[in-house]
């Protein structure tokens, strides 16, 4: 199904019945990737599965847009179809979205599940470091007219060597998007959550590590973080067994 909100072909689809359940993808994801999470849920929820804009069958923003505007977007989405009283599940992007959106209070949340969220700033290795620095150098030597074409084939060399896969597979206003979105950081909003928050974390992430996941655990007044030991940062789909006796626990 599609609704048009803010001038965007917005994708999504239902199923089930009872209390919502809204379920937001990570960033370069669809709804495809909730399947198996999505019909567990329908069992008992009414499930709407997204494409957020700019992926799946959603167009694009027409602005540079941050993790906010997405969540005003699903705000919009909410009221459009009248939606009461929803849970939020978000994965990766998905999380920092659901948790813009429940840290404001402009939508009445019953509760969120964060799966592996983005959004907390991790001190990077010294390593990284250098290279951030290389390669805002060659950025800023790009930008100069008269040494412009030798260093822009080079800072396009060097994105496809050290860019992350995201950054690789983005192009036009979503690597601008990706860019903005990246480097935001929501510890200051994880306090203003006051709804039962389930963190569900695959202890082998190297995307958004742990750590992260411990970090808003603390911030976020009595929120339960449930470790999914051997996974990465798709536990849904690496340890569902275990990410269901979660889910369900938490739902019941």
């Not at 659901?98 to 969220?117: G, P, R």
């Not at 006051?194 to 007044?221: H, N, S």
């Amino acid at each position: 199904m599609f609704i048009k909100l803010e001038n965007l072909r917005f994708h999504y689809k239902v199923s089930g019945s009872g209390d919502p359940v809204i379920l937001l993808p990570g960033w370069g994801r669809n709804i495809d990737y909730f399947a198996q999470l999505g019909e567990h849920l329908a069992k008992k929820f009414t499930v709407y599965a997204l494409d957020l804009p700019g992926f799946g069958l959603s167009t694009a923003p027409e602005k540079v847009w941050g993790s906010p505007e997405y969540a005003n977007l699903l705000n919009r989405f909410i009221d459009e179809l009248q939606i009461t009283n929803p849970i939020l599940l978000g994965h990766s992007f998905g999380g920092k979205v659901a948790i813009c959106l429940a840290a404001n209070d402009s939508v009445q949340i019953q509760k969120v599940i964060l799966i592996d969220s983005s959004g907390i700033q991790i001190p990077k290795e010294f390593k990284t470091k250098i290279r951030i620095y290389f390669f805002k150098l060659l950025k800023f030597l790009a930008s100069l007219p008269i040494i412009k074409s030798i260093f822009a084939s080079k800072m396009e060399l060097y994105r496809k060597k050290y860019g992350s896969n995201d950054y690789k597979n983005a192009s036009g206003i979503m690597r601008s998007i990706l860019v903005k979105t990246v480097h935001e950081n929501v510890i200051k909003l994880l306090p203003k959550i006051k709804r039962p928050v389930l963190l569900i974390w695959g202890d082998q992430d190297l995307e958004t590590p742990l750590k992260a996941g411990e970090i808003m655990q603390r911030a976020i007044l009595g929120s339960k973080l449930k470790v999914i030991v051997g996974s990465g940062h798709f536990p849904f789909l690496e340890n569902w067994e275990q990410v269901k006796i979660g889910l369900d626990d938490f739902l019941s």
